[in-house]
């Protein structure tokens, strides 16, 4: 599947001054898949070590880290010779090994020459088990599917270019704007599990097949993430991280039933109602990317990040459709549209999701009173507010108040509509399904 990080992975591969690479990423996102076919078509041959499947490399990381004797005792287990200039060698599920992790560092300084790749689930997790390679690794992640790269999953090749050349004031024809919104929806249903979306491709012939195929596989990967919480939760309880975990996406519901604006710690898990009591779960989700947390901030100036406290803040899933899948929206009533003001939530995980892929600057949440910005984005020196509608109603309060206590160079909202610009209030209108393109097209505005 074509996925816009193999970029910067070649971007990477030409790099003079390149050190090992670490690629972090929640597990069913394809980091594997990527780095294989990145190593297909880059290099000349692709030596795979699975950590976990093959646990007896392992003992070759046992004796000291020298590299050029790894790379000997590698060589000779896989019975071929490794060319330091033309192969790229991978070290997947390099968790299950702290040894390699550290090796990395060495492979660095003795052995500059050679590619090497590796992959890691909960890797947030297991970096203290060992020396980490401080300032001798490079670091990328890898999200799940951004709602381009399923068009491009799909093989839907011609709104994947169409969405990738758009550019600020293009308009978009009804006829393209309801075909784009038909496809938000499926992409709402399947998310950006590459595993999901290739079931969706090889049955979307059938839409109600295909539907049923894909909650099917999300409701077993929802039982593999629980079960990777039991194997890995260590000094953590794993009740405790299920139990948190499935909180998520039943809090934001009743934000926007007008009752809760921020996670709650209280009614959880019984005798916690302190975020101290629950701090270690939540850094726990975190680390394993199955969670992001969206600080939220009230009257601030820049830095942003100076405004905002740790225990109030707003938690979403990592992948919107393993989100209706917990809380068990039927995708019919996800294509009809049809879920109430759920679908609110649905479209700003959404928005957030694709943010986050798609860009490096912190994201945050401002509240004021009963005023709420979904997002704010920080591009060049300045703060966009970024509101999000799941419908055709644009109508935003909240911006209003906020365009006029801090007077942004640019405002965005997000909604069910075509795009549109209002030049008099510098105000940009988009449709949702254009959300992962806010960073470039703020970049092209002067």
């Not at 790379?71 to 599920?93: P, V």
């Not at 799909?154 to 784009?180: M, R, T, V």
């Not at 260590?234 to 039943?250: E, F, H, S, Y």
Request: net charge neutral; proline share 4%; aromatic share 12%.
């Amino acid at each position: 599947m074509k996925r816009l990080l193999m970029k910067q992975l070649i971007a990477w591969k030409n790099n003079p001054k390149r050190k090992p690479l670490i690629l972090q990423g929640v597990r069913q996102t394809g980091k594997t898949f990527l780095l294989t076919e990145f190593g297909q078509t880059e290099f000349n041959r692709v030596h795979l070590i699975n950590f976990e499947k093959q646990n007896t490399f392992i003992k070759l990381f046992q004796a000291d880290l020298n590299p050029k004797r790894i790379l000997e005792d590698l060589s000779f287990q896989l019975q071929t010779n490794i060319d330091l200039r033309q192969d790229l060698l991978i070290f997947d599920e390099i968790q299950a090994c702290p040894n390699a992790i550290t090796s990395l560092k060495y492979f660095c300084e003795d052995l500059p020459e050679l590619a090497v790749c590796s992959a890691g689930s909960l890797l947030g997790l297991h970096l203290n088990e060992s020396s980490f390679p401080v300032g001798k690794v490079d670091m990328m992640q890898l999200y799940p599917m951004t709602f381009l790269e399923f068009l491009a999953g799909i093989s839907d090749e011609q709104a994947f270019d169409f969405i990738l050349h758009y550019k600020n004031g293009d308009s978009i024809s009804d006829i393209k704007h309801d075909y784009l919104w038909q496809r938000l929806k499926h992409y709402f249903i399947t998310g950006g599990l590459p595993e999901v979306v290739d079931i969706f491709r090889n049955t979307q012939n059938n839409l109600f097949d295909a539907t049923q195929l894909v909650r099917s596989k999300q409701e077993e990967l929802v039982t593999a993430y629980y079960a990777d919480m039991a194997k890995h939760s260590g000094k953590i309880n794993a009740m405790q991280l299920d139990r948190t975990w499935r909180a998520v996406p039943m809090q934001l519901a009743g934000h926007y039933e007008g009752s809760i604006n921020r996670f709650k710690f209280k009614d959880i898990i019984p005798n916690i109602c302190r975020y101290g009591q629950l701090a270690g779960v939540i850094d726990w989700l975190e680390a394993a990317k199955l969670v992001f947390r969206l600080p939220i901030v009230g009257s601030f100036e820049q830095p942003v990040k100076a405004y905002t406290k740790e225990n109030i803040f707003k938690l979403m899933m990592f992948d919107v459709g393993l989100l209706g899948a917990m809380v068990a929206i039927d995708p019919s009533t996800i294509l009809q549209y049809d879920y109430g003001t759920y679908k609110g939530y649905f479209a700003e995980n959404f928005v957030g999701q694709q943010l986050i892929a798609r860009q490096s600057a912190p994201l945050f949440n401002w509240q004021e009173d009963r005023s709420e910005i979904e997002f704010l984005l920080s591009c060049q020196g300045n703060i966009v507010p970024i509101e999000v509608k799941a419908g055709n109603i644009t109508r935003a309060k909240s911006l209003e108040k906020y365009k006029a206590k801090y007077k942004p160079k640019h405002s965005l909202i997000l909604s069910a509509k075509p795009p549109y610009t209002n030049q008099q209030q510098d105000l940009i209108y988009l449709p949702l399904y254009l959300a992962e393109k806010i960073p470039e097209l703020l970049h092209g505005i002067e």
